[in-house]
């Protein structure tokens, strides 16, 4: 009987551990799809360039979106927003973000400026706010992922905020505006204006081809785990 026992419970830890790997593999070939979709959907939308009015930025249906837009405005007398942990090439730096307020009168929009080194001793760049009126387009976006952990932003010496992930909604008051739109605008690369920038939207992020991958060595586990199990249950039979 005691043996009869060693052998269901053995079966039954096995049955967790396959039923958790099989899970995991199935939440990374989901990822894998829902990245592979969104990276179709962006490139469909860099093909086409038919621009949407920047007040598309405050549409709370396209909030996930990527749509291309362009408008009028000014950037706003507030201070530069610098999202922290950002890699390009091999190098860390920030991602300059102004805040854009569009002539149509539409909700205000942080315009991603691009990608600026940071020296060894990690001293913040100066980022100016560009004077006058200006046209821009580029790519609405969602704001960029910052994985699991929360946002936050220290303020520096000169305004400048200094961020955790990018959280429209948490510095609207900071950047003295009363509301900011959820999306965020990717400035097309052949804009004068700016940094170093590109169009890609998983930055710092696994590419679908790494879900995949993933997907497999979790099925694999899955598997000899059951491998394992019959062939204890063979042994034990044998005896």
């Known amino acids: 009987m005691a043996g009869r026992g060693t052998l269901v419970g053995g079966w039954a830890l096995a049955i967790v551990a396959i039923a958790a790997f099989c899970w995991l593999g199935q939440w990374q070939l989901g990822r894998q799809h829902e990245k592979q979709a969104m990276l179709d959907a962006v490139s469909a939308t860099l093909a086409s360039r038919a621009p949407l009015p ?3 930025a405050a549409d709370p249906g396209r909030a996930r979106a990527h749509d291309w837009a362009a408008g009028e405005g000014r950037f706003a007398d507030a201070p530069a927003v610098l999202l922290d942990n950002q890699q390009r090439s091999g190098r860390a730096g920030v991602r300059a973000y102004r805040a854009f307020a569009p002539a149509s009168g ?10 600026i080194a940071l020296p060894g001793d990690r001293a913040l760049p100066d980022v100016p706010r560009p004077p006058g009126v200006h046209r821009i387009e580029g790519l609405l976006a969602p704001p960029p992922s910052h994985g699991l952990g929360p946002t936050g932003f ?8 200094l961020a955790v992930g990018l959280d429209p909604a948490a510095l609207s008051a900071p950047l003295r505006q009363p509301a900011l739109a959820p999306r965020v605008l990717r400035l097309d690369p052949a804009a004068p204006l700016g940094y170093a920038r590109d169009l890609d939207v998983l930055p710092n992020t696994l590419p679908p ?3 995949l991958g993933y997907a497999f060595q979790w099925f694999a586990l899955a598997l000899a785990v059951l491998a394992t199990a019959l062939v204890l249950t063979f042994r034990r039979s044998r005896r």
């Open 154 to 161: 220290a303020v520096g010496d000169d305004g400048t905020l």
């Open 209 to 211: 081809e790494r879900h």
């Open 54 to 56: 920047l007040s598309a």
């Open 106 to 115: 539409t909700p205000p929009l942080l315009v991603d400026l691009g990608w």
